[in-house]
RNA sequence: CGGGGUGUAGCGCAGUCUGGUUAGCGCAUCGGUUUUGGGAACCGAGGGUCGGAGGUUCGAAUCCUCUCACCCCGACCA
């Protein structure tokens, strides 16, 4: 491909709506352009990344027996309300009606549609296992799409589902996918970690995410000083070490506190530490209202809540339905003294203490003196408030340090959510019916390649890992009034093509230092560069993108020189 | 959804408060001359429904009303 021709501008200046490295640069080098909110095209350079992104997948995934489907990103309600997810999926589902008035939605996921799909075809656990995968546009009507690529509305996926006879075939099928991403994002010469990550609405009851380390990542983990435990801080644990307490029990005594509602003001009223303080919070979990209590200087964990329960859907309830379950305005829960009877659950870290302060149920009242072993019981123990940073490890001695991440890809376990409710069966080895057990797996394509510039970039531009980069090496002639360079050129670029590298050259009449710059900017891994100067001498000089050193290299040996360094790179990211 | 902000040439911006000829600047584009190993210089040119609709006014990019889009922070969420 000669330059000229590529469909691509590069720029000095960039939208300023581009708030991080890799976006701004995904427009500087002219890959990408934005045709409306969190909706982007993509144009020859990147799609490049993203097609080689894709056949790396194919090749790791077809290596572990799985097998490519396409699946149609429209798709009908039925089977939506089927699974149940067509009445609490969020706005986040885009909807619409066909002409004729009936429902459908641009698909978000799509094990509904492969749900549908196996079940049409199954019928004997001889069938067993299928491991279907596709590539597809996804759309998802975020609320706040940004980061370009990163987070958009409508964006490339690769997501394949499992289908096995039982639990112990389908943890083998999910173990073999963790194993294909490690593989892939390695093959990327990305820096990852795989984490214990929650499940949200995908549901099921293990679930691994990849995250590429960034400092710009919208994800926090926390992992272990010294094992090897990682976990997104939504679902991370701690060694919870139970204390009784052994002060005296005073007495509980209700005290008036006008208008103190959140705990550091009620603190700060009553002279007392935001850590003795029960913070009750009200949810509803599946349709029903439920207590939380934690203490009062930490943050409520509602993945966790929503792991302990099993629940499809929790949400923080809202003002009315907190008035009528506990008889006064919000900001004075508490759990002695509701009105209805509902859920209460505590949490690990206020077992064993004693004199707290919690809402007293009564509007402008707390209580002082409250003790959990002697004023209520509650329903369910359990933990249930967000991990931070400095605490231990739940596994080991270590203490949890805090990374960002960009999370790229995340297996789910899924077992039988979707099978059970969509019927999707078969006759087992003792003539029984039984339910497929799934998993599903997710790799964000386009966001990858974007990862893969935030973690590999300079000033200048982007330095391509040599398995993503869009072209191999780029051919320079500085002077394209000079015959003889233009000449070698021509000649050493059709010499690396003929060898396999991919090569473009750079034959626009532009000065030298402005190719050097495009150059840099679009991020060739190589840069061949034919100037009259050294062409005196015989040689070219040759340039590695990545760590900016540069060779003399006599002109015959160019394209061994090239698939050399190529080699060794597509070696060190395998 | 709440708070804040922005829409003027492909991109980045000035002009708006205080209404007044043909609406400017930089980058990019096109032509010319000179240049030519790290984003060249000079001369010239093209390109605008000032986001849209309505209103006030002799006169609106500028004031008023409505509306749309986009961005940031938060809430929310695969």
Redesign the pocket.
């Known amino acids: 491909m000669k330059v000229s021709q590529i469909f691509f ?9 581009a ?1 991080i490295e890799s976006h701004r640069l995904l427009y ?1 080098a002219g890959m990408i352009q934005k045709l ?3 909706i982007y095209n993509y144009l020859p350079l990147v799609l490049r990344s993203v097609r080689k992104l894709e056949n790396i997948i194919r090749e790791e995934l077809n290596k572990r027996g799985c097998q490519e489907i396409l699946m149609p990103a429209v798709q009908p309600s039925d089977i939506w309300e089927e699974s149940g997810r067509w009445s609490y999926y ?1 706005p ?1 589902l885009l909807r619409f009606k066909d002409r004729k008035g009936s429902d459908f939605c641009l698909g ?2 799509h094990e509904e549609v492969i749900t549908d799909m196996v079940r049409k075809n199954l019928r004997s656990y001889k069938q067993l296992p299928y491991n279907l995968y596709q590539f597809q546009c996804k759309f ?1 009507d975020e ?4 980061f370009g690529l990163m987070r958009a509305r409508e964006f490339i996926m690769k997501d394949g589902y499992s289908f096995d006879i039982n639990e112990e075939k389908a943890l083998d099928s999910y173990k073999s996918m963790y194993e294909a991403y490690i593989a892939i994002f390695k093959r990327c010469g990305l820096k990852f970690k795989p984490v214990d ?1 929650a499940t ?3 549901g099921g009851d293990k679930s691994h ?1 990849f995250q590429v380390l960034a400092e710009s990542g919208e994800d926090v983990i926390l992992s272990c000083s010294k094992c090897e435990y990682a976990a997104n801080k939504e679902k991370a644990k701690t060694k919870i070490d139970f204390r009784q307490s052994d002060d005296e029990m005073e007495k509980m005594e209700e005290v008036h506190t006008p208008g103190k509602k959140a705990v550091e003001d009620v603190a700060e009223f009553l002279k007392k530490r935001p850590s003795d303080f029960i913070k009750s919070v009200i949810f509803v979990v599946d349709g029903k209202p439920a207590l939380i209590m934690v203490p009062g200087d930490r943050e409520v964990n ?1 993945a966790k809540i929503q792991a302990f329960f099993k629940a499809d859907s929790i ?2 309830a809202d003002d009315a339905t907190i008035e009528e379950v506990t008889g006064a305005e919000t900001g004075f829960a508490g759990p002695v003294g509701l009105k209805k009877e509902i859920l209460i659950a505590l949490d690990h870290n206020l077992e064993g203490r004693r004199n707290l302060v919690s809402g007293a149920n009564k509007t402008d009242y707390h209580f002082i003196n409250i003790s959990p072993e002697r004023d209520f019981k509650p329903s369910v123990t359990g933990d249930f408030v967000v991990t931070r940073k400095g605490e231990r490890c739940p596994d080991c001695d270590g203490l949890l340090e805090e990374f960002r991440g960009i ?1 790229v890809g ?1 297996v789910f376990f899924l077992g039988t959510k979707y099978s059970e409710k969509m019927h999707c069966s078969f006759i087992d080895e003792n003539g029984q019916q039984s339910n497929a057990v799934m998993g599903c797996y ?1 790799l964000g394509v386009g966001r990858t390649v974007q990862a893969a510039i935030e973690q590999n970039h300079d000033e ?1 531009g982007i330095k391509w890992p040599m398995a993503l980069a869009p072209y191999e090496a780029i051919v320079l002639p ?2 394209m ?1 000079k015959e003889e360079v233009v000449d070698v050129a021509e000649k050493i670029y059709k010499k690396l093509l003929n060898a396999g590298v991919e090569a473009v050259l750079d034959d626009r009449d532009e ?4 190719k ?3 150059a ?2 679009v991020g060739y891994p190589v840069q061949v ?1 034919i ?5 005196e001498k015989g040689e070219i ?1 040759v ?1 590695i993108r990545k760590t900016g050193e540069k060779k003399a290299v006599p002109l015959n040996e160019v394209e061994d020189f090239v698939c050399r360094y190529k080699k060794e790179e597509m070696a060190i990211d395998h």
Do not use: M, W
């Not at 609320?143 to 940004?146: G, Q, V």
């Not at 000065?511 to 402005?514: E, L, P």
């Open positions: 501008q590069t720029l000095k200046e960039v939208p300023k709506e708030q500087r409306a909110s969190g969020g986040e978000p996921t998802r609320i706040r799409p940004r990550a949200g609405s995908i995410e509602e949400e923080l999370e995340q997710g200048y500085l002077q009034n000065r030298a230092g402005f050097f710059n495009d840099d900017l560069v100037g009259a100067k050294s062409l000089e340039k």
